[in-house]
């Protein structure tokens, strides 16, 4: 979690139950977390008055577990203002399905002409034309040509001294005469929206009858992209957004506040300048990525999928007061054994996948199976206290559980160091731990 929100939550935790003032808090960390993910401020605003709305009018406050409850909430919210699912390029019924590009100078639209190229060459096999209608910037042109070559594509252009309006005419008639089944028009940008632009866009528009018109947006704008994509959305009624650079350390606001206020879906990211570096949308994604919380939400959605809450409840306070024996150890290999390999689910938590207390912590089926057998041929109270365990009583677990005893020495060093990692994680360095399994 990102430190705001980990406070944030910290302060959920430790309280059985939260009142209405507690959510309140909650959502002001929340508030300020979006805000420095460059979500704009409007959009923060109503993003937080659904979300109080929802954990005050749920079941949240009465639950085990009001912490993880609200952190789905935020996300699943998150997600769902982003758009469910990626939305997939417009195919038009008869070649040849033509894409326009529009954006501020310096957005990325030349370099996504070329990604989009490149992708639906890959995919299916597609044989784009590119036509350069950006005739402002002296080097544009020759920016498209040198695109064209790298990803095998053809570009149409007539120099920078035809109008824009004329060559996009000229290029569908040449997509026509040649059977091309994409058309991509790579247009002029400026450093802001202005009138003489949008109306020659508009234009283009006109004359070209886009199946998909698609904003492109640089994610490192933050607050600003609201206002550019508002504008463009105004005039041309774009079909979708493509959020470009997102290989910076930009937390990717820009997607919550245009999806928010356009409506329009978040069609792609670009994370970088190569040809390939384009990749379909995905909200949860970016939304794990705005809060800045890893993969910790997939995590709790396996907790709650597979822990009995109260159960895992009762684990957590185990460990956190160091009580954890072999009976707890077996219920835990039962539920883990649900979610996946531990050590899979162990790099899912934030801060623990370089941990080196797990370097060794490895398990498979099998050994899962091959421990429960070693536990089972303990005595009720060995279980409860594996201090009792010495090398006699070791023995005579090994014969009982036909393992060999070296094998029963190694699980328990192994049910030792695990105690260990458990309650290193209540010691404060993984709070979010606490979270995943109630606490
Ligand atoms: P245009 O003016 O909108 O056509 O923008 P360009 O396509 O010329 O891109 C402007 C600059 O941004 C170029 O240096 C690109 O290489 C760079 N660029 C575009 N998309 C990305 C991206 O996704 N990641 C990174 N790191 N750079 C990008
Ligand atoms: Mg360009």
Redesign the pocket.
Known sequence: LSERLQKAFAGLRRKGKVTESDVSEAMREIRLALLEADVNFKVVKDFIKTVREQAVGSAVLDSLTPAQQIIKIVNDELTKTMGEAAVPLVKAPKIPTVIMMVGL?GAG???TVGKLATRLIQQEKARPLLIAA?VY?PA?IE??EVVGQQVNAPVFQLGTDVDPREIVRQGLAQAALQHNDYVII?T??RLQIDEKLMAELTDIKAIAQPNDILLVVDAMTGQAATDVATGFNEQLDITGVVLTKLDGDTRGGAALSIRAVTGKPIMFVGQGEKMDALDVFYPDRMANRILGMGDMLTLIDKAQQNFDEKQAADMAEKMRENTFDFNDFLDQMDQVSKMGPMEDIMKMIPGMANNPALKNFKMDPKDIAHMKAIVYSMTPAERVDPDLLNQSRRRRIAAGSARPVQEVNRMIKQFNQSKQVMNQMYKGNMQGMEGLLGG
């Open positions: 100078q639209k030349t370099t950006d910037r544009a920016q498209l790579d002029a940008g």
